[in-house]
């Protein structure tokens, strides 16, 4: 199906489909062992955001800007590590579990290509957590411009507003959770648009999730963990990270300080593996030979064209890519959320009402 004739706005290509069993137990052992022996690892806020309007502009329940908003109010304990980035892996213990022929095929079979190849290979560890996303959607990707090689709060705006569909790339993921735990837990998903009814998998979940267009579809990890251990540590900043620590547990670190630490049972782990598809080779080439790249600067000016179409008064900034008026003005000018939660997975809103 042509992006063109998809069925609404915000809408995956395809519906999304359930699948168990995603990683034979060889390949998990793998995965945990990378996690629990090269970390430790960042917190995922440090990794893509400078500010909290970057932040806001992927995930906000409103949109817009709270002045006096720093990105460290917005922090929760999920932190994330990588195993191949750009086609590229970059752990060599999982580097036949990134190529692998079934999880490309399924991407593939997702969208009717004809070619692929993966392009982004990802972990997230969570401690226990109240369920502040209020849905976000992955970053997109174009030809010239994706998650490797742009700030995430630039792509969840170009998405957003619908003007960059001549330059998408065909994507998709396979999304596998692993969470023992019958608390809370589970995962959120829009398929049919944020103004519709969300649908969701619940826990526990173990190495099973879904084959995605989550590029295109509003999601959420919900609430997880002890609810008595959701509060975040009082010492936990952007410089935290986490690492394992024991037999099965794992322990935040900031600098020298250990700031909380948690048994096994209260953690919730995702594996995100991506893949760019080609139809046929004339669109492979155009991908791979730049033929047709978009470029920051020209997105940039088609956003500010289209604010101005729309009566948005904005003036370019001296760093557009960081001036946090800049960036709050285009969240606000593009800002698309759920409407509606599941009952059994409500936001939760921040002291103050973030």
Wanted: hydrophobic fraction near 35%.
């Amino acid at each position: 199906m042509s992006l063109s004739k998809r069925r609404r706005p915000m809408t995956p290509i395809v519906p999304p489909r359930p699948i168990s069993d995603i990683f034979t137990d060889d390949e998990n052992a793998r995965m945990l062992d990378i996690m629990r022996t090269k970390g430790p690892w960042r917190l995922i806020a440090a990794i893509h955001f400078n500010s909290a309007e970057e932040m806001l502009a992927v995930s906000s329940p409103s949109g817009g800007r709270d002045e006096g908003l720093k990105l460290s109010d917005l922090l929760t304990p999920a932190f994330r590590g990588t195993f191949g980035n750009n086609g590229l892996p970059y752990i060599e213990e999982a580097h036949e579990i990134f190529y692998s022929r079934r999880l490309l095929s399924l991407v593939k079979e997702m969208h009717g290509a004809r070619y692929g190849a993966p392009y982004l290979f990802q972990f997230n560890l969570n401690g226990p957590s109240h369920g502040y996303d209020p849905g976000h959607i992955d970053g997109r990707s174009w030809r010239g411009l994706d998650p490797t090689n742009m700030p995430a709060w630039l792509g969840a705006v170009m998405a957003k507003s619908g003007l960059f569909e001549p330059w998408e790339v065909k994507a998709g993921q396979v999304i596998s959770w692993y969470y023992h735990s019958d608390i809370d837990g589970g995962f959120t998903y829009w398929p049919d648009g944020p103004d519709r009814a969300p649908q969701r998998l619940s826990a526990p979940i173990w190495n099973s999730g879904l084959v995605t267009d989550n590029q295109h579809m509003f999601h959420r990890g919900e609430a997880s963990g002890p609810p008595e251990k959701r509060d975040m540590a009082a010492d936990m900043s952007l410089n935290s990270m986490i690492e394992a620590e024991g037999e099965d547990g794992w322990r935040i670190i900031d600098g020298d300080r250990v700031v909380a630490r948690y048994e096994a049972s209260d953690m919730r782990m995702l594996l995100h593996y991506s893949a760019h598809v080609f139809t046929d080779m004339a669109d492979l080439k155009r991908f791979y030979d730049h033929t047709d790249d978009l470029k920051i600067d020209q997105a940039l000016d088609i956003l500010i064209a289209d604010l101005e179409t729309k009566g948005i008064p904005v003036a370019t900034p001296t760093n557009p890519m960081s001036d946090p008026d800049f960036i709050a003005t285009l969240t606000v000018a593009y800002a698309t959320t759920p409407t509606s939660y599941h009952p059994k997975a409500p936001l939760h809103m921040r002291q103050g009402g973030r």
